[in-house]
């Protein structure tokens, strides 16, 4: 489910920006992520018949490649679209509800900041632990105080087989840090959407790892 280096790409029309989102989520898919999560969130977020239509057409794109399709947030449409997993945060839905809504065939994500919310996402069938921020973020507006990778290390102390994926500020070049805290994946929306050239820059981060003292 997350082989390292998990490169775990997340992206929403509002982060795209005047790039074309189909275009980036291709470059990024041909670059080598291993994973994609819809998040659709913020100013003039698809909602509706023209989300779904969106998602469908990201959920084409990741099925060529053979990449999860991930969706934030949204259970239902998840569900309708039997994607490959959702991601809740710890004010969405309770991850028990959603795993007894999806079933145990979806991947199920839980945003967590402690090892109490670790083990309580765990114990409520969570397959992977989003953490963060890591480091500055500009793509969650209520985005909580960067903590470093302190807790992840806490965390992958405490649970060693669940896979923690690190999220916030990270880029090819500070990516070393969070591998070696021992996440099983990085997670980046603004890294891969900005960079020049999509497919370099999921490159580098594939090679950041080799780079780790693990
Ligand atoms: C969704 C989310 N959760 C914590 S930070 C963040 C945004 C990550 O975006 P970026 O990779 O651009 O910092
Ligand atoms: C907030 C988040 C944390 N982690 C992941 C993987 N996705 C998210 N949307
Ligand atoms: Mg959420």
């Known amino acids: 489910m997350f082989t390292k280096p998990s490169i775990y790409y ?7 920006g005047e790039r074309d ?3 980036l989520l291709e470059e990024a898919l041909k670059g080598g992520i291993s994973h994609f999560q819809l998040r659709e ?12 239509e ?4 990201c959920q084409a794109l990741c099925r060529k490649y053979g990449v999860p399709f991930i969706i934030n947030d949204d ?3 998840a569900h309708e679209l039997n994607a490959d997993g959702v991601h809740v945060g710890q004010e969405d839905a309770k991850a028990s509800d959603v795993r007894a809504r999806v079933g145990d065939r979806m991947m199920l994500g839980v945003s967590v900041h402690s090892v109490e919310e670790a083990a309580e996402a765990i114990q ?24 470093g990778v302190s807790k992840i290390i806490q965390v992958r102390e405490r649970f ?4 923690v994926i690190g999220i916030g500020g990270i880029t090819a070049d500070n990516a070393e840090a969070v591998w070696e805290a021992g996440a099983a994946g990085i997670a980046v929306i603004s890294a891969i959407t900005e960079a020049g050239n999509v497919q370099e820059e999921v490159q580098k981060m594939v090679a950041s790892y080799k780079g780790a003292i693990l």
């Open 41 to 52: 969130k913020g100013m003039n977020a698809l909602t509706g018949q023209s989300l779904k």
């Open 10 to 16: 997340i992206l929403g029309t509002p982060n795209a």
């Open 124 to 147: 409520n069938g969570a397959d992977y632990l989003g953490m963060g921020p890591i480091y500055g973020t500009k793509s969650k507006s209520d985005a909580k105080a960067p903590s």
């Open 160 to 163: 060693p087989e669940a896979p």
């Open 54 to 57: 969106f998602a469908l057409k």
């Open 21 to 23: 989102p189909l275009k």
């Open 75 to 77: 259970v239902e449409l």
